[in-house]
Structure formats: C-alpha cells, structure tokens
C-alpha cells in the first residue's frame, strides 16, 4: 500500500500561485510514477501533469503548460505541483496519484494509489 496526503491548496486571487506537495508513505516512492489530477464542480476528474519514475519525463495538460510544473524529491518522497498565473478555471479538488512504474499516463484508472485531495480556489 502506499498513502498519499496532500497539501498546499487554499484560496488565492488570479495570478497568484500555490505549491502543492504530496507525500507518499508506505513503498519506495522511486518506483512510482506520479501524478496530479483535479475535479471542478460537476466536471469529471481531468489529469493536470505527472512525472515518470524514471528519468524525470513530465506531461501537462495543454491548459497548463507554461504555468504549471511537476517535480519530486525522491529522498523526502514527495511530489510538488508549482502553480503560477492561476485562473479561476483551475478551481478545483487536486488530487495527486501514484502509478507502480510504467509508462507515463494521463488516464486515472492507470493510478494504483489516490489521496483524498486539497482544495484550490482561485477568485477573480
């Protein structure tokens, strides 16, 4: 089993920015791919990035591409979400998730491990 607790959400104003971390528990988090996913109101689960195990090779969405970045600190075993120039449509419940190696993937059910997720509020 591995535990995933996020934090780092809150309410900020447009243009403003959060970091939000996830640290794992529980297996070696260097085997696990990881990533971040979000849910609005009444919208599915969308992935937002995510990091490989190995070689550090990152996604984003094209939404936010340029304002976002995934990294990770495998010796605090953490997963960070950098978030600038944040819209109002990035409100949103971020989730992060952990995937057994693999390949890189976008698609949730090809996560293993879901934390229970952190509130992002972003006002116009």
């Known amino acids: 089993q591995v535990q995933l607790v996020e934090s780092g959400g809150g309410l900020v104003q447009a243009g403003g920015s959060l970091r939000l971390s996830c640290a794992a528990s529980?297996?070696?988090?260097?085997?696990?791919?990881m990533g971040w996913f979000r849910q609005a109101p009444g919208k599915e689960r969308e992935s937002v990035a995510a990091i490989k195990w190995i070689g550090d090779t990152t996604y984003y969405r094209d939404s936010v591409k340029g304002r976002f970045t995934i990294s990770r600190d495998n010796a605090k075993n953490t997963v960070y979400l950098q978030m600038n120039s944040l819209k109002p449509e990035d409100t949103a419940v971020y989730y992060c998730?952990?995937?057994?190696?693999?390949?890189?993937?976008?698609?949730?059910?090809?996560?293993?491990?879901w934390g229970q997720g952190t509130q992002v509020t972003v006002s116009s």
């Open positions: 998730a952990a995937r057994f190696r693999g390949l890189l993937s976008m698609f949730s059910n090809n996560y293993d491990y």
């Open positions: 529980g297996r070696t988090f260097s085997n696990y791919s």
